[in-house]
């Protein structure tokens, strides 16, 4: 009987799969638009139009495993072995454009994949001998990887599923009540704002296709560019304004929006990491304007310029640049790398520690230093707020954190010490190591076609673990395999 029972589960589980193959296979076509209006190549057409047709096919012919039950659910690991079968059919199939093309090996192909979908922006592909085609696919892997691929497949089916779904996409904090209705508030808020983008851009002087881009890697704090200096090339005050704008509103919890869009500014100002990413700035961006900025421009506005962009795009985890950091002071170059691991907001499209993690540790300091000071007999509930509300801080709730935190330091640790393995020297793997986890998409050099196999690899785990969040692998790929252990599948 449980052997019945965990094959119709499974048949179920690869049902939702194949809805994400179906949107897959559409968003493979999306490209071939831009041979309308743009030169091509005869590899791409035939490239794109073969994947997005067998993944359309595909997820047909697996869809046929999802019944007429409507009032279906799924628990958390269900929800796991969904996102993490889907996510590596993504990454896989999104890879092989560039491989077919002879533009990337296999094990970069998979990087750059790996790169889009979670949103970094590290780059192997050469965007000056690159087709239209090549460039707007990364791009709609960014949107896809942003908003991602749980979430767009609960805005599209009919039918309310569990939180197990949502909550293995790494995102906790519900916009309504309802899953269904909350995956399409963050698809229409996530959509908007890239309309909003590419609109801006193109009032600024952006060409129409590089506003598209640049639009869509901003909001969904992605990073890829068009241009091999990324925003820098436009040396634009107004595109890098509008740049900083976009890369905060990817950032920040899409409930947080919510919030904003119905006019309640005070619960939206009241909300913790909310608070505590604008003190990040206040304190950031001054120490690298006058420590290192300003030391190499001489000049206060561009020094306060360029500040203020690398240090949003690196908190933001979005990864865009005006600039190169080979020059930069070492306390420059850390306040980098400290804004890369703290991240972005949680339930965004940021990578990351994320800043409610990090915001509750430090209130947690204090409400120890203060329970020092008063009588030990005194109890408090202690609380932060989040767009849901006031949320009280108990044990598991900083046990679950610390989890987190260890599981992430350690990770960070093994991935920079195999590319110090590889002769980087620590400066360039702590730096390389930091974006590829906390999704990021700033480069210290490493990232290049001449990096070695073990190096394209370690970057491309470490990019995957930082956007799933390595729990939700590592409680999928225990479940998947005792399961499969279970099923007698003759």
Known sequence: MKNIYLKNRYKLILGYCGIVSIIIGVSLLLPLSTTLFSKYEIVDIFSFSTLGIFSI??????????????NITLNFQEGG??????????????????????????????????????????????????????????????FLGGAGLAVIM????????????YNAEARSDMLVPNI??????????????????????????????????????????????????????????????ITIILMILGTINFGAHLLILRGKFKAF???GELRFMFFLFLIFIPLVVFYTTLPIYN????????????????????????TTYFNWSSLGYFILLLSMLIGGGTGSTAGGIKQYRVYVLLKNLWWEIKKMAHSKKSIKENSIYKPEGKVYVDNSFLNEIIVILSGYILTYVVCVILLLTQGYNLKESMFEIASCLSTVGLSYGVTSTEASSITVWTMSFAMFLGRLEFFVILSTIVKFYRDIKKINWI
Request: aromatic share 12%; no cysteine; net charge positive.
């Open 57 to 70: 096919v595909l997820g047909y012919l697996l869809k046929r495993n999802i019944g007429r039950d409507k």
């Open 81 to 142: 072995v969904i996102v993490f079968i889907s996510w590596i059919y993504a990454i896989l199939i999104g890879a092989l454009p560039f491989v077919i093309k002879g533009q990337l090996t296999f094990s970069q192909g998979i990087f750059e994949s790996v790169s889009g979908f979670t949103t970094t922006g590290l780059s192997m592909v050469n965007v000056l001998e690159s087709s239209d085609t090549i460039l707007l696919w990364r791009s709609i892997m960014q």
């Open 154 to 165: 609960l805005s599209s089916i009919i039918g309310p599923l569990g939180v197990g779904l």
């Open 180 to 241: 269904k209705n909350s995956a399409k508030a963050i698809m229409l808020i996530y959509s908007g704002y890239i309309l909003g983008g590419v609109i801006l851009y193109y009032l600024a002087g952006m060409p129409i296709f590089d506003s598209i881009n640049h639009s869509i890697a901003a909001v969904s704090t992605g990073g890829f560019s068009t241009k091999i200096e990324s925003i820098g090339y436009y040396n634009s005050i107004s595109i890098e304004f």
């Open 269 to 271: 100002f009241k909300i």
């Open 299 to 322: 000049s206060l506005a561009k020094s306060f310029r360029v500040a203020i962009f690398e240090v949003v795009s690196a908190i933001s985890t979005t990864g865009f640049s005006t």
